[in-house]
């Protein structure tokens, strides 16, 4: 039963006289062609023209063919038997030369691209603090279908993540690699000019929006529709592959150009898994760097249009040239405002403020010592695509070993073949295995956190997601930029679970590793911290009990606490704890994080190459005279102090349970005489802080309040809470030791912290 | 195949290039709207002269000015059995794509000889028969055309490279 095609009669059917009842096959013809591969509505094989319609059609010619497979053209479509064969063969071929299919994209995953100008006079001017940076960077420009108006005939400047030759290198060996991006053709096409000039590792595979025919969503059955088993992709987006997310291997966005985000992105849903990178480039002053303004404005500006975008199905010409007018404006926007040309004139405006002032903190030293005096905007320290080979080639490894397991006869029986997908999928489901993450401040309020982007990330690595806090959560992880919530007040009171920032997230999910938790922990404002203390006796009991059960063992106090009962639990029984857990992953690893075990070299040493963490400023510190000395004083009189603490704490908590509600800031004058009480170590810390800090938080002030400098004066006097500043190092340092380099991190953060006090202050004056 | 055609087509010129050289002008909006476009099933390759144009008429309501032209004009037509000599523009394991001038061409592998095998692992990926023939981008060949297809502005075709002295010509 069919369409009468063309072709030789073979049977008839029906005899004369006979009588027909219902429908029924009449003659048997065998077909000449099959139409089976078709190009714009002719067939490629007879060259028939199968939009033809006769009265004998049912069915159009035209659906006999309606996969489209080929990465450069959409004319070309073929029946979905001949599919099957290709990709078949394909697979044969890959098995043989033990290899893999590796899907990648562009912008921000392996490259970034930015078409500010600025950053051509940046290359011709070697005196410019970012020459080094950008004078690898290449350019070119699209003359036919690049966008008009103002941003027509504009450089593109295309910057390649570090590593990347290697990383195709190696790469080559194990995947055969296709490019599919979001750019249109001629842009992918000179990206590939410049990442692979000799077509040695992508050849003719390039596929962009042009081919993709959705401009909303990647699909592995664009290139694979049969079998999506021997493919991996790499990608700075998950949400752009809804359906093949277990293939997906996500990868830290490249962002080195700053603010600029992905030029080709205006076209896609926003993105919803941004979490704010780390602040690799120092400010002066600690505020989020200006990279995160600019981004957010962006983004505002794109999003009315982008929820049309999710919504509609993207076929709408209309709606696809408004947004094609939408990248344009966006892309001018980038000509005329020069955001990294500002960016770099505000650096340099602050570092002659903080010149004038003579006081340069540690992260100037620590910048400067490595390049010039003056800071730039562009730094280049990324580290993702060693990541990113070790994890593919462990895919690759694991893959093949599993195949062989299976013991395949012959190349020929594809149904052993392992999905990759699946084995990807084991692979991180063992990262976080374990753990209970609760997120906070992460996911924007009216997305469902099980659902966002980031929590489906946190699953597919194993770890359970949480949206309340109880005693089973292992994990908080808390956003820098909103670091006091009420979640965080509840986890204080379970000393059961870290608290840590979000990049200890980032950089697990990064490196696919459970990673120690100790520089990523978070200091608990003194507030929050309140009453955690006060709820303590009855807490304690109760908490050991439960890690019991748990059988969670080495993770009884994590939370670096003031009292140095905690601090002393925490060190000791955590690390037994991650020895345990580091030993079992290292041989899935296959090495590479001793260093981890290592009690006495905290920092991983990952960390080190692309100084990632927030806290670089404690690589110089002495961490084992730390210990040393902390152990030595544990030892002496651990147990007096600890009393004197409780006491002296609990004396302020009388105080303070009034203010509960709002900020200690108010409270501020009435907690500055310290109270005697409390031990003179503790007290010796402050000070010594405070002493230190002061010179450099004064000129800070200035500049803060303006002309208001007299009306601040009884203010600067009484701010400095020795309270406040004593848990904040005990918790940052875990350590009582004064060493310069803790001494030099801590003062960021009362900068801010005084910046907070001093703000809330004058208003409270205001008003009164 | 090429023809000599006549042909005519309306012309509308802005009241501002009303004066003297006016004819000049209307030829040579002519040339810029007509030369290299796809009118149905065939190509307008060159405009040889404009031999007659008319009065012009303004249109009411918005002032231009149009003009009836009659024109001679170079055009292709490609046949279906029609021999062209081509450029490949793109391989793949289907076929290959070549553009003759303005006509897109697919050569299938059905219609490629069976000694030229599609190669994946030569890079670039290239139909070759591992002598004299190879057929990757940029190769000229010498198609047989078994099937065309025209829409508004565009045609398409279907080529074939399976018979005697047809296939790669860089050899030759």
């Known amino acids: 039963m069919g369409i009468p095609g063309d072709g030789k009669l073979i049977e008839w059917r029906i005899r004369e006289g006979a009588t027909i009842e219902k429908d029924e096959a009449c003659i048997v013809v065998e077909e000449s062609c099959s139409h089976e591969v078709q190009f714009r509505g002719l067939c490629a094989i007879c060259g028939k023209d199968m939009t033809e319609m006769d009265w004998s059609s049912e069915i159009p010619e035209t659906s006999r063919a309606t996969i489209n497979m080929t990465h450069d053209n959409t004319g070309l479509t073929v029946s979905s038997n001949l599919a099957a064969r290709v990709e078949h063969a394909t697979q044969r071929r890959l098995l043989e030369q033990r290899k893999l299919s590796l899907v990648v994209d562009l912008d921000q995953t392996i490259i970034h691209a930015c078409i500010e100008p600025t950053i051509g006079e940046w290359q011709s001017d070697p005196t410019n603090p970012n020459y080094e940076s950008v004078k690898d960077v290449r350019s070119f420009q699209l003359d036919d279908d690049g966008p008009r108006g103002l941003a027509m005939g504009c450089s593109y400047y295309i910057k390649m993540r570090p590593g990347l030759a290697e990383f195709l290198e190696s790469m080559a060996d194990m995947y055969e690699m296709h490019v599919y991006t979001m750019g249109t053709r001629a842009y992918a096409k000179k990206i590939a000019e410049i990442i692979d000039p000799d077509q040695k ?147 340099d405006k602050e570092d002659e403020v903080a010149h004038k002032a003579e006081d340069a903190n540690d992260s100037t030293q620590l910048s400067s010592a490595s390049s010039q005096a003056r800071h730039h905007v562009l730094r280049d320290d990324d580290d993702e695509l060693t990541h990113i080979s070790r994890h593919l080639t462990n895919l690759h490894k694991e893959f093949y070993r599993s195949y062989d397991e299976r013991k395949p006869t012959s190349k020929d029986d594809l149904s052993l073949v392992p999905d990759a997908g699946y084995i990807l999928d084991e692979l991180k489901g063992n990262v976080l295995r374990g753990c209970v993450i609760v997120l906070s401040g992460l996911v924007p309020l009216g997305i469902d956190v099980l659902q966002s982007e980031l929590g489906l990330q946190i699953m597919g690595f194993g770890a359970d997601l949480d949206t309340q806090i109880s005693r089973r959560v292992t994990h908080l992880v808390i956003s820098t930029q909103r670091p006091r919530t009420e979640k965080l007040r509840q986890a204080a009171k379970i000393p059961s679970i870290k608290i840590v920032n979000q990049y200890w997230l980032i950089d697990c999910l990064s490196q696919w590793k459970a990673l120690d938790e100790t520089p990523y922990l978070v200091s608990v404002h003194s507030s929050d911290r309140k009453r955690q203390l006060a709820a303590k006796p009855v807490e304690e009991p109760v908490s050991d009990a439960d890690e019991d059960e748990n059988g969670e063992g080495g993770t009884t106090l994590t939370i670096i606490d003031e009292s140095n009962q905690g601090l002393a639990v925490d060190l000791e029984e955590e690390d037994d704890g991650d020895d345990e857990n580091e030993a079992s992953e290292d041989d899935e690893d296959h090495g590479d994080n001793k260093l981890i075990i290592d009690v006495d070299h905290v920092m991983p040493h990952q960390l080190e190459e692309g100084s990632t963490s927030p806290i670089d400023g404690l690589k110089t510190f002495d961490w084992e005279g ?143 | 195949m090429f023809f000599l055609y ?48 008319s009065e012009g008429r303004i249109l009411p309501g918005t002032g231009l000015a149009e003009f009836t032209v009659g024109y001679r004009a170079v055009v292709w037509r490609p046949f279906k059995g029609e021999t062209v000599d081509a450029v490949v523009a793109s391989v793949n394991h289907q076929g290959f794509f070549a553009n003759a001038g303005p006509l897109k061409l697919f050569v299938s592998a059905h219609l490629i000889p069976s000694e030229i095998k599609w190669d994946p692992n030569a890079t670039p990926p290239q139909f070759t028969n591992n002598e004299d023939m190879v057929i990757e981008k940029s190769t000229q060949v010498r198609v047989k055309i078994i099937g065309i297809r025209s829409e508004v502005g565009e045609m398409w075709a279907i080529g074939s490279i399976k018979e005697d002295y047809l296939g790669c010509l860089q050899e030759s």
């Not at chain 2, 290039?17 to 099933?41: I, P, S």
């Open chain 2, 6 to 53: 006549n042909m005519e087509r309306r012309v509308t010129l802005h009241p501002s290039y009303f004066g003297r050289n006016m004819k000049e002008l209307v030829t040579t909006k002519l040339v810029q709207d007509v030369e290299g476009t796809c009118a149905g099933d065939y190509y307008i390759i060159v405009i040889m002269d404009a031999f007659d144009i």
């Open chain 1, 201 to 347: 590792y992508f050849g003719n595979r390039v596929i962009s929006r042009d081919e993709n025919g959705n401009i909303v969503s990647k699909n592995l059955k664009r290139l694979f529709p049969v079998s999506t088993d021997m493919v991996a992709i790499i990608d700075d987006r998950s949400d752009v592959w809804p359906r093949n997310r277990p293939n997906l291997v996500k990868v830290t966005p490249y962002d080195f150009f700053k603010g600029i985000g992905d030029i080709n992105s205006s076209f896609l849903p926003k993105r919803q898994d941004i979490l704010p990178s780390p602040p690799k480039a120092p400010n002066g002053d600690g505020s989020p760097p200006t990279t995160n303004n600019a981004d957010a404005t962006v983004n505002k500006e794109a999003s009315a249009l982008d929820d049309l975008v999710s919504m509609s199905s993207g076929q709408d010409k209309a709606l696809q040239r408004q947004q094609a007018a939408e990248q344009e404006r966006s892309l001018e926007k980038q000509i005329k405002e020069r955001p990294l040309l500002h960016m770099q004139e505000e650096l």
């Open chain 1, 626 to 768: 730390a210990d040393d000395e902390l152990a030595e004083f544990l030892g002496s009189d651990a147990s007096d102090f600890d009393e004197d603490e409780e006491d002296g704490e609990g004396g302020l908590d009388d105080e303070d349970e009034d203010q509960q509600g709002e900020d200690d800031k108010s409270a501020e004058p009435s907690s500055v005489p310290t109270p005697s009480s409390q031990s003179g170590v503790k007290r010796k810390a402050g000070s010594d802080g405070e002493k230190e800090s002061q010179d450099e938080s004064d000129a800070k002030r200035r500049r803060l309040t303006n002309g208001e400098a007299s009306e601040t004066t009884p203010a600067e006097d009484s701010l400095p809470s020795p309270r406040i500043r004593t848990a904040r190092m005990t918790d940052r340092g875990r350590g009582l030791k004064q060493g310069s380099a803790i001494e030099e991190e801590r003062r960021g953060s009362f900068e801010e912290d005084l910046e907070a006090d001093l703000l809330a202050e004058l208003e409270a004056q205001e008003n009164g």
